[in-house]
């Protein structure tokens, strides 16, 4: 029996997982979202484009930190109604450049005084970039639609600005875009060595989104293809294929990343990402009972345990009470966290009589109660602890 995760291991899984607590709505194989350049712009008060044109060192000696010169180029937004182009701009600290070179600051107005973020470089085409976006009162598809055209633009600025719009998108608005998808080029850039590792989960959702039967043998050989190494991004591209292949693909996952104990840990947290995935967003593309059926096989593996009792206990499966008990009580399952699992599992159970309109008691409900009586008697403290922070 493999021993235990690492702390690595460990760590990888509690960030991952508060990650999606977090943005579960949003894209699901995406990096944590971040502000956006039209959130910024969206929420200023005074939004301007400057040019360099001097600046001066800081004097320690002195008590003076340095400032630097701009004039301003073009006013996007003004609500102190004090800005005007052609005006020169000073802001504290001295920040190095060269003469035209172009910034964008962004502003909040207190008392007529504008405070000035820090200055963001730009060239004419990023600038143009920002100020062309549609607006956030646009329709998803049509704003997804505009970013999905720089996503691998060469000036980092825009690509990286262009991924984070897909970072903070709803997977439905994501959904919509589908037939704009460029097929091609996602597999070229899953393929690229140079693509950034962030948006490898995000090109393996779209391209299952917008791919066809070939795509899928596409991704099912990206999964396969062997590493020892922590692949960011290969949850998504999982997902991808499941999207594509349904059934089978799912099956493919099950021999080769789920009861395979050769796979690096890390290869098997992927694929039950891409399970969760389509439990969440895709229902009925794979069958409800074979996603239960996949995640089941991995409460062979006491270093997921606690995770899969509790997704289990989500999907309302509660068919695995038996086996939780035996559980309870074997030494390789001898962890807090795992038997905590199982009391809130009971304790789910117990309170998902409230869902059933039948008026007899379910039968999974009248297990669940007896259960932990047992549990009670034979652990009081580990069910007083779960029952702490257990909330229905």
Request: aromatic share 10%; proline share 6%; glycine share 6%.
């Amino acid at each position: 029996m493999r021993p235990f995760m690492s702390l690595t291991s460990a760590a990888l899984v509690l960030s991952v997982a508060a990650a999606l607590t977090n943005v579960a709505s949003a894209c699901p194989f995406c990096s944590a979202p971040s502000l956006t350049l039209s959130e910024q712009l969206a929420g200023a008060q005074s939004a301007v484009l400057v040019q360099w044109t001097s600046g001066k060192e800081a004097d320690k000696e002195a008590g003076f930190i340095g400032s630097t010169n701009y004039e301003i180029v073009q006013v996007i937004r003004d609500e102190s109604k004090s800005l005007k182009k052609g005006e020169p701009l000073t802001l504290e600290r001295f920040r190095t450049s060269n003469p035209g070179d172009l910034f964008l600051l962004f502003g909040s107005v207190d008392q007529g005084q504008i405070e000035w973020s820090s200055p963001l470089e730009v060239t004419e085409t990023s600038f143009n970039y920002v100020t062309q976006a549609p607006s956030k009162e646009s329709p998803a598809v049509q704003r997804l639609g505009y970013y999905l055209k720089f996503i691998e633009f060469p000036d980092s600025l825009v690509s990286n600005d262009a991924y984070a719009e897909f970072a903070n998108a709803q997977y439905d608005d994501i959904v919509l875009l589908s037939s704009q998808m460029p097929r091609d080029k996602l597999r070229t850039w899953l393929n690229d060595p140079n693509v950034s590792p962030t948006r490898i989960g995000l090109y393996g959702l779209m391209l299952g989104l917008c791919g066809n039967p070939e795509d899928a043998e596409f991704l099912k050989a990206k999964i396969l293809e062997p590493s020892d190494a922590f692949r960011l991004g290969i949850d998504g591209v999982m997902g991808g294929y499941l999207l594509l292949a349904g059934t089978p693909g799912l099956q493919v996952l099950e021999k080769e990343k789920l009861t395979n104990q050769d796979v690096p840990f890390s290869e098997t947290f992927a694929a039950m990402q891409a399970l969760r995935f389509m439990w969440q967003y895709s229902k009925g593309r794979i069958p409800a009972e074979d996603l239960r059926n996949a995640m089941r096989l991995l409460l062979d593996r006491p270093n997921l345990a606690d995770l899969v009792i509790v997704d289990l206990a989500r999907w309302d499966d509660w068919s695995i009470m038996d086996r939780l008990m035996t559980m309870y009580d074997d030494d390789a399952y001898q962890v807090p966290s795992i038997k905590r699992a199982i009391v809130r599992f009971m304790l789910i159970a117990e309170k998902s009589e409230a869902k059933d309109v039948s008026p007899q008691t379910p039968e999974h409900v009248k297990k669940a109660k007896t259960n932990l009586a047992l549990l009670r008697e034979k652990d009081p403290k580990t069910v007083k602890s779960a029952e702490r922070f257990f909330f229905d």
